[in-house]
């Protein structure tokens, strides 16, 4: 047994765990206070590292500068996907929602690829992001430590978000009882526009991260598919869930890559792992490890 | 009996720098069929408290729902007739606007966020005052409620009179001009409906809030109130202040569990009487 290997790829899950984590907090956001199931989560996230890149490589920004309008034009992309596609869908059923979040999907998927091309595109290396440091024994990427940290960054200001100030606190009452909300004075709409944007905000940060850790291309968008068990395990409606969720998937995937590596040659087992991880869940534990109960009698 | 009612109307009518609000022919439809209020006519004065009773369905609720403008969530609708708060048309102002005006519901039911702490539903309380100087505040209601200083989990395991003085605190920290209360003694022990009236009338009496109390035990509502309604089927059948009500024979036949021989409704005249408004 490769223990050296092993630990290395436990590292990475992490890293990359925490990552999926961010974006099923934003999917499991949009989920809580709206009851939107967002299918197009992971198109969020390419767009936000598409956007970035750009600036810097056809526009010349520094980074920062680009980053930051990144994250400006990602919120104003939240709130025009909700006013426009999803509000006029407020009441419908829950399938015509789905349906609509899974074409937007495609459109986003398909206008990318027009517009941005096919290819696999690498940022410059601004911070010396390829360049190893040792930790513990271990080499790791600039990229991968810089990713970690930022996620963790993300984590503690949603925490803070939600804990302490007046919007977030106003949030949590609309997804709790949306009645409720209204009589305390909050406006339900722009609640809604709240968490799209904040959702959408997150998502491309992610993107731009992954963007730096690897390269941004279309097939980024598997992350918000890979973020379906990490929500799922978690608990539709638990943010804690969906941390938690998003590093068991993470781990869960290099695990399941050492295993495959090492013992069992099928191959790709890499990507399959989570599903099945999904459906075992989804068996024994329907409401996944965090989420509300909901009993339904038909 | 009938003049009585007749000069109590006039006064209310008489001044109207004193009615803080006056619901005009107000008629709410549910699913754009179930008509639930048919010409609903009240009016709070200023500073009083004024008490809407009933019995189950006559659309207490909805009435209060109506004034704050929650209906559209339940799909129902104001589909006649006009609300004015401060001498203003209010009937088709925003749940949000008219909580920054002054007007607070707590709900039936109390409406507590069950998965928030004490702290974060007071903080919330103050959601339309973004000028809020929050912690004080918060200290102050705790005066009042010195029982929820002490309990720091989630709002959803107090008990019922705690969640209560939740709901009356967080209204309280919305500093409203009148609050609209919907049974506040639903599900309480009779020495907390004691308690949580006495509060209602600190708030009154120390805080100068409106109240508009809707209510089923009538005894204990007309005890504190003002001024009274009695609705039934949707619409005020008999209005008063609140002693004449209590002196009433037929309130206190149906309402206060008094009376003799058990009389329809039908056949009294003061049920029958109803103002006209145009």
């Keep these: 047994m490769n223990s050296e290997l092993l630990l290395q790829l436990l590292l990475n899950g992490i890293i990359v765990g925490m990552l999926y984590g961010v974006v099923a907090m934003c999917f499991v956001l949009i989920y809580k206070s709206t009851q939107v199931v967002n299918f197009a989560q992971g198109e969020f996230l390419v767009l936000g590292g598409w956007v970035c890149l750009s600036l810097v490589i056809q526009m010349g920004l520094p980074f920062f500068l680009a980053f930051l309008f990144t994250l400006v034009f990602m919120a104003i992309f939240g709130i025009v996907v909700q006013q426009i596609i999803l509000r006029p869908l407020i009441g419908e ?113 992610a993107g731009v991260v992954m963007g730096i850790v690897s390269a941004v291309s279309n097939s980024l968008a598997f992350v918000g598919i890979k973020v379906f ?70 | 009996m009938l003049a009585q009612t007749d000069a109590a109307t006039m006064d209310v009518s008489e001044n109207s720098d004193d009615i803080i609000l006056s619901v005009n022919n107000v008629e709410v439809v549910f699913n754009e069929v179930i008509l639930v209020l048919r010409g609903l006519n009240l009016k709070a004065k200023r500073g009083n408290i004024t008490a809407l009773l009933g019995t189950n369905g006559a659309g207490k609720s909805t009435s209060l729902k109506a004034i704050t403008n929650l209906l559209a969530m339940e799909d129902g609708e104001v589909t006649r007739g006009s609300i004015e708060y401060e001498g203003e048309d209010a009937t088709h102002l925003g749940p949000e606007t008219l909580v920054r005006k002054g007007i607070f519901l707590v709900m039936e039911g109390r409406g507590i966020l069950q998965d928030m702490t004490v702290t974060e539903n007071l903080r919330l309380g103050a959601y339309s005052r973004s000028n809020a100087n929050i912690k004080a505040e918060i200290e102050q209601i705790y005066s009042y409620f010195p029982r929820l200083k002490e309990r720091t989990g989630l709002a959803g395991y107090l008990s019922g009179g705690e969640q209560q003085m939740l709901a009356i605190g967080r209204a309280m920290m919305a500093k409203p001009k009148l609050i609209l209360m919907d049974e506040p003694s639903m599900g309480l022990s009779p020495l907390l409906v004691k308690e949580v009236f006495s509060i209602i009338q600190r708030l009154n009496k120390e805080l100068g809030i409106s109240i508009l109390l809707v209510e089923q035990n009538a005894k204990m509502a007309l005890k504190i109130a003002d001024e009274a309604y009695i609705m039934e089927n949707g619409k005020i059948v008999l209005d008063g202040t609140a002693k004449e009500l209590m002196e009433n024979e037929d309130v206190k036949e149906f309402y206060l569990g008094g009376g003799g021989e058990r009389r329809s409704f039908k056949n009294l005249k003061s049920f029958k009487r109803r103002k006209r408004w145009l």
């Design chain 1, 93 to 205: 059923p829950i399938i015509s929602v789905i349906m609509v979040t899974i074409g937007l999907s495609i459109f986003m998927q398909s206008l990318m690829n027009w517009v941005f091309g096919n290819d696999a595109k690498r940022f410059p290396d601004i911070f010396g992001s390829l360049s190893v440091i040792s930790i513990g024994g271990l080499n790791v990427e600039t990229a991968y430590v810089m990713s970690l940290v930022l996620s963790l960054v993300i984590m503690a200001v949603f925490y803070f978000f939600f804990r302490f100030t007046r919007h977030g606190l106003a949030m949590r009452a609309t997804a709790f009882n949306q009645q409720i909300a209204q009589s305390l004075g909050i406006s339900v709409k722009q609640t809604f526009a709240m968490a799209w944007a904040i959702s959408a905000l997150v998502s491309g940060v």
């Design chain 1, 229 to 298: 068990p990490a929500v799922i395990v978690g608990g539709l409606d638990s943010i804690v869930g969906a941390v938690v969720g998003g590093l068991i998937i993470g781990v869960l995937e290099n695990l399941a890559e050492f295993i495959d590596g090492e013992y069992l040659h099928i191959g790709n087992l890499y990507t399959i792992a989570p599903f099945y991880v999904l459906i075992i869940i989804l068996m024994i534990k329907p409401y996944g490890l965090f989420g509300t109960k909901d009993i339904e009698r038909i």
